[in-house]
Nanobody, 128 residues
């Protein structure tokens, strides 16, 4: 079956770092555009970074040059490296994948959309 499983979440102090992973199975990972989204308390889901099938990455301003998205096609894993975390970065982090032209375009624009595949999320908290 198709699965996207996020891991690596936890609690960090302000200024700390975390690396999240999204392990994929059951579909052609290398042919899909991929993205990371965050949903904080009382917030809509927001894109924090994305990567296409040619390894081009896009980041919204809220990432502030602190986040890095990468992919390991040999092992079907999507990564999100987060540095300099602050309280605004807290929330549930989800990965998403889509192979359609529309889905890829929306992922690269960090749009919250009904993508082909979504993971269940991993929680990130930031506190002193």
């Amino acid at each position: 079956q198709v699965q996207l499983v996020e891991s690596g979440g936890g609690s960090v102090q302000p200024g700390g770092s975390l690396t999240l992973s999204c392990a994929a199975s059951g579909f052609a990972f290398s042919s899909h555009c991929l993205g990371w989204f965050r949903q904080g308390p009382g917030e809509e889901r927001k894109g924090v970074g994305s990567i296409d099938t040619k390894d081009k990455t896009n980041y919204p301003d809220l990432a502030k040059g602190r986040f890095t998205v990468s992919r390991d096609n040999a092992n079907n894993i999507l990564f999100l490296q987060m540095n300099g975390l602050n309280a605004d970065d807290a929330g549930m982090y989800y990965c998403a994948a889509d192979s359609s032209a529309v889905g890829c375009a929306l992922l690269m624009g960090w749009v919250n959309y009904e993508y082909k595949y979504w993971g269940q999320g991993t929680q990130v908290t930031v506190s002193s």
